[in-house]
């Protein structure tokens, strides 16, 4: 399929977690980094996604784990406030790079 719909896919998940896990953020958080640019070294140029449509395509996921057909069920209330507010502020006011999503959810969590 869509690579940046699989890039997303999985920080997604890292991204939850890390919502579901505020102590564990900084390690989920390298993981995300690592994935990223694992990603990437697998790929040639010309294949890589575009980091814009990464960023749109986790904003719907993380608003599609809580409201959609397949919530996140490890999610309390407000771990599942926080990834609304997160998914929806990636959709509705975009940035342009996979790490300033990344400072969104870490800046979207309660401290």
């Given at each position: 399929?869509?690579?940046?719909?699989?890039?997303?896919?999985?920080?997604n998940h890292l991204l939850l977690k890390r919502i579901h896990v505020p102590s564990a953020g900084a390690a989920l958080e390298r993981c995300a980094a690592h994935f990223?640019?694992?990603?990437?070294?697998?790929?040639?140029?010309?294949?890589?996604?575009?980091?814009?449509?990464?960023?749109?395509?986790?904003?719907?996921?993380?608003?599609?784990?809580?409201?959609?057909?397949?919530?996140?069920?490890?999610?309390?209330?407000?771990?599942?406030?926080?990834?609304?507010?997160?998914?929806?502020?990636?959709?509705?006011?975009?940035?342009?790079?996979?790490?300033?999503?990344?400072?969104?959810?870490?800046?979207?969590?309660?401290?």
């Amino acid at each position: 399929g869509d690579p940046a719909f699989d890039v997303a896919f999985m920080l997604n998940h890292l991204l939850l977690k890390r919502i579901h896990v505020p102590s564990a953020g900084a390690a989920l958080e390298r993981c995300a980094a690592h994935f990223l640019a694992a990603y990437r070294a697998g790929l040639p140029a010309s294949l890589q996604p575009d980091e814009t449509h990464v960023v749109a395509h986790l904003g719907c996921l993380m608003v599609s784990r809580v409201d959609g057909k397949s919530p996140a069920e490890y999610l309390a209330d407000d771990g599942r406030r926080t990834a609304r507010a997160a998914g929806s502020q990636l959709l509705l006011a975009p940035v342009d790079t996979v790490a300033e999503a990344i400072e969104r959810v870490r800046a979207a969590v309660p401290a």
